[in-house]
């Protein structure tokens, strides 16, 4: 009956030697050497520290019910504007052109998230004044809920334009979320910077409201878009301009810094998988070295009786 | 020094490893090269010279394959010495040459070698010896063969346009002389890029003669793990191709396109409503849209089938015309049992049902009179246009013994190119008008887009529901016409479960001006109350079927009244009115009854309506007070979102004594002491392990 090596155990071989010694100042430097490298070679070779990172996340938003829409004729001065911005009410003229306006959200898969918003307004066209475009402005509620705590207000912009007499838009787009640099993601926060009003307009502003509102969400880091997918334009006039716009909200691609500990947690793989490499290698060199009595060192083997 | 002697040779091998293995190979090549070409030298730079231009032109990583081809093409065709004879030094573009052999299947040359190949096919010596004949290279040129080698680079040379003209910068056009070459700058080296085959330039630099930087070739990858694609060859004919290959369409869809034969039967779910006029037989249908919103089709009114369509027309092609033709001309058909043996087709044999039209404007509903009703315009409008039909038939005993056609019209503006026109159909079985028949709004939870019920009276709110008009059952708003409140019969709009929204129009009010201020405004605001529906108290049942529902369970609704009042300004003509209501404000609250997705129910919780003050400036000037009044309805979902069950983990049915994690025992009486014992045979336990 044969044997089998079940376990085996190796004999620890001690070199000894001064401190104020060749060979301490090369075990010094070759342990110096096995913490140093490896940084080096991983950190040469890019990548070592995550700078950025990033998620997909399907965001909670919800229709504020603050909206302003305006519809421009041929001439300027019979433009239909139909909304809520606050400085707004006192001078909408005709409002009454606004017939009617409905927002609905649609939770389709019952997860607590609203999958797409439904805006439809029914217009009043004054006859001889063919509407020549139109823009909405809608504004929404933004919560990020996982990864990245965010709650922000943020606006979805429509707009379309029209070569003929319409009396239809029906419009079908995806929100989508818009980053001009890297959230800052910090662990605990929800991140309520921009959770302001957007459809403000102070009444002292010299500015066109449209405009202020636009600039205003431009300065922005973090912005919503509206991607058009597909538009129909029913055309001829009826005296009325019924806009359905279906706005879906997909999954969303967010990038964020990632914290000291992510970036730490990144490169103690690339780093230690390397130490270990060197390891040997020194190991190995040290083997080399203190067998071969290059260096001068007391050799202490246990099974030899020491003086 | 042993040791830096280690590290030296490692290096050393490290260093001739990745570097040099590249080099060696190259040389490697080069020798078999020079063997295969040793006959002609030059023919060997040639070749070189080829793939240099080669690699020149960039290429992705599949084709350094074929580079690697091209190289053993050379190198096994070109044992034929004349064969290696490329006019590089005259005019003709080495590498379109090699490029056009390639690619170009029309051209052939010589395979001196039984290769494995397959890029030339046949093997025209003719050709080899075209190529062979260069002034510089070989001492055999004849010159009687020159004019085939011209005639042979003319058709490879891609910048020769003009015939017997020199054309700028093509050195390889004949026509151009020696001191024309010289004056060029550059000569055109690549062909045009619609010319096929062409990739893009400089998309990789890696190549064997690309030695730039310090490691040369040592990052770049000599193979790829794509498939090694050496020659294509033709497959045998193959049947199922036609039938996988798409294809144009036949249009012609005129079998799809439904049939109707009238045959003498009972009606049957789906089959047309059958007319007759005089002895013809014909089904009735009405206008749909088909892709432009425009009412360009015709559909057939099906028996049992509701339909609801909308669609724009112009006023000359109103439906409301031809319905009126066709009231007119024809009455509705229905077999009867006594009639299907008769083949006779009139109304003494068929059970002929006679059209009832109804008239109606904004205020009431009217019997259909011709000379009253009759759609006319004027130069700047048109009247009695109907905008809304609604057909209603009434079925008994597979029969339809009433059928009743509603028109909707209003005036209408000349300058309006289109109408919207509402077409419905509707069955109802029995005889019952559609008028008296009760609609509930869910069964018994509301259902989205339904009418919430209302109660106008003080109790007993089920029975009145159940037993009155069922036009009074509904809570109703304004509708807005061109901008104007308008609260009639059959203009308003009704509240509908579910949807938010908001409505925006214009009331206007004659001006007294005997009255105070207040007074008037008090008026403003009770005509406002009255559009709104909410001048009392009004209850709103829980459900859209309020069956069985008790009279506290009905939700109360009512308009906190404010203290109005009013201020005449005479000299400028104006009313100021303090606290008017001009906006209210509906909000529900309601939850979901069933778990189930699809078949929701919803009940109504709370319901409330709430009044915004604001004040407001009226101009007397016009003896009419007018201002923007807005509705607003609101529904708050107040259940949480759904709970997602997720299956449990498999269940190990394991009975484990209860002090199995925990060494604690339960009794108490011995918790002072016997932890303490267990814990520090545990404790000594790891040590023993741990030793």
Known sequence: MGLYRLFSDNVEIQYKSYFLSKATLFTIITTLMNVILPFIVAYRSRGFWLKTHSFYEQPVIRSTYDYLFLAKTIDPSHAIICGDATGLNAEISNSENCAEVEIQEYDYNADGKTDMLHFKLHLNVLPNNSIISVLLILGMDFQLQTTCELHMQTLGVVDKEFSFPSSGLYYYGDLEFYQSSHLPCINNVIDTTYNTSLLTSPNESQKDVIDFILENYFRRKVTTLVKTLFTKIQNGYTGSLDVNINLRVPEMHIRYQPSVLQELKWAWPQYFSLVAVFYWLFNRVKRFVFSKRLLMAWEIVPWKKTN | ?691
């Not at chain 2, 096929?196 to 000599?222: H, K, M, Y």
């Not at chain 2, 036609?242 to 009238?262: G, L, P, Q, R």
């Not at chain 2, 049992?304 to 909308?310: D, I, M, R």
């Not at chain 2, 303090?578 to 189930?596: D, E, G, K, P």
Request: glycine share 2%; charged share 20%.
């Open chain 2, 1 to 691: 020094m042993r040791l830096l002697t280690y590290f030296a040779f490692t290096l050393l091998s490290v260093v001739i490893q990745f570097c040099v293995m590249d080099f060696i190979q190259e040389k490697i090549e080069h020798e078999e090269n020079a063997v295969y070409l040793n006959e002609t030298t030059k023919g060997k730079q040639n070749s070189i010279g080829i793939l240099k231009d080669y690699t020149h032109n960039a290429h992705a990583l599949y084709y350094r394959l074929n580079a690697g081809e091209i190289k053993n093409v050379s190198r096994t065709k070109y044992s034929n010495s004349s064969l290696l004879n490329y006019p590089f030094s005259t005019t003709t573009e080495p590498s379109f040459t090699v490029y056009d052999m390639l690619y170009d299947e029309n051209i052939s040359v010589a395979d001196g070698v039984s290769t494995t190949e397959t890029f030339f096919t046949s093997t025209e010596l003719d050709n080899v010896t075209e190529i062979t004949l260069f002034e510089n290279t070989s001492t055999t040129t004849k010159p009687e063969i020159i004019e085939k080698k011209t005639r042979y680079v003319d058709t490879l040379c891609y910048c020769n346009f003009m015939y017997k003209q020199c054309d700028i910068n093509c050195c390889c056009d004949d026509d151009c002389s020696e001191e024309e070459n010289k004056l060029f700058r550059r000569c055109r080296t690549h062909l045009f890029v619609n010319v096929r085959n062409q990739w893009p330039r400089n998309l990789l630099t890696c190549g064997e003669n690309d030695v730039s930087g310090i490691f040369g070739n040592l990052f770049c990858i000599a193979k790829t793990n794509l498939p090694d694609k050496r020659a294509a060859v033709p497959q045998k004919f193959f049947e199922r191709v036609i039938n996988d290959t798409f294809v144009w369409h036949n249009n012609n869809h005129n079998t799809d396109v439904e049939s109707y034969k009238f045959t003498k039967n009972l009606y049957r779910n789906g089959d047309p409503v059958w007319l007759l006029k005089n002895t013809s037989i014909y089904y009735i249908d009405f206008p749909a849209p088909f892709v432009n919103n425009y009412c360009s089709i015709r559909r057939p009114i099906k028996f049992l089938q509701n339909e609801e369509t909308q669609c724009l027309v112009k006023l000359m092609e109103l439906e409301m015309f031809r319905i009126l033709k066709t009231i007119d001309e024809s009455k509705v058909i229905n077999i009867a049992n006594n009639s299907l043996n008769s083949t006779a087709m009139n109304c003494s044999n068929l059970h002929c049902t006679n059209w009832t039209v109804i008239y109606c404007d904004e205020d009431d509903c009217l019997d259909f009179n011709k000379t009253l009703h009759e759609p006319m315009c004027t130069a700047s409008f048109c009247k009695n246009i109907a905008f809304r039909i609604e057909y209603a038939f009434y079925v008994y005993d597979s029969k339809i013994v009433n059928a009743t056609v509603k028109l909707f019209a209003k005036n209408i503006p000349i300058a309006i190119q289109y109408i919207t026109q509402k077409i419905s159909v509707k069955f109802y079985m029995g005889n019952t008008s559609s008028e008296r028949i009760i609609k509930l709004s869910g069964t018994p939870g509301y259902i989205t887009g339904l009418p919430i019920i209302t109660s106008f009276t003080e109790s007993n709110h089920t029975n009145q529901f159940f037993n009155s008009d069922h036009q009074n059952n509904y809570l109703t708003y304004p509708d807005n016409k061109h901008g104007l409140c308008v609260k009639t019969k059959n203009t308003k709009k009704v509240l509908l479960f579910g949807l938010n929204k908001r409505m925006k129009c214009k009331i206007s009010i004659r001006y007294i001006s005997s009255s105070n201020a207040t007074e008037a405004c008090l008026n403003v605001q009770t005509h406002i109350n009255k559009m709104l529906s909410v001048q009392n108290k009004v209850y709103v049942s829980p459900y859209g079927n309020p069956n069985n529902v008790k009279d506290d369970d009905w939700l109360p609704i009512k308009l906190k009244s404010q203290f109005i009042y009013g201020q005449l300004y005479s000299k400028s003509s104006k009313i100021q009115c303090y606290n008017l209501q001009t906006r209210v404000a509906f909000i529900f609250t309601y939850a979901v009854l069933s778990s189930s997705i699809g078949q929701v129910e919803n009940k109504l919780l709370s319901a409330k309506v709430d009044g915004f003050a604001s004040n407001v400036t009226f101009s007397t000037n016009s003896h009419e007070l007018s201002t923007v009044i807005t509705v607003d309805i609101n529904f708050i979902n107040v259940n949480n979102w759904m709970q997602h069950e997720y299956a449990g983990p498999p269940h190990l049915n394991l009975n484990l004594p209860k002090n199995f994690f925990f060494p604690f025992p339960s009794n108490k009486e011995c918790h002072s002491y016997k932890p303490n014992i267990l814990f520090i045979n545990y404790l000594c336990i790891i040590a023993l392990f741990v030793k």
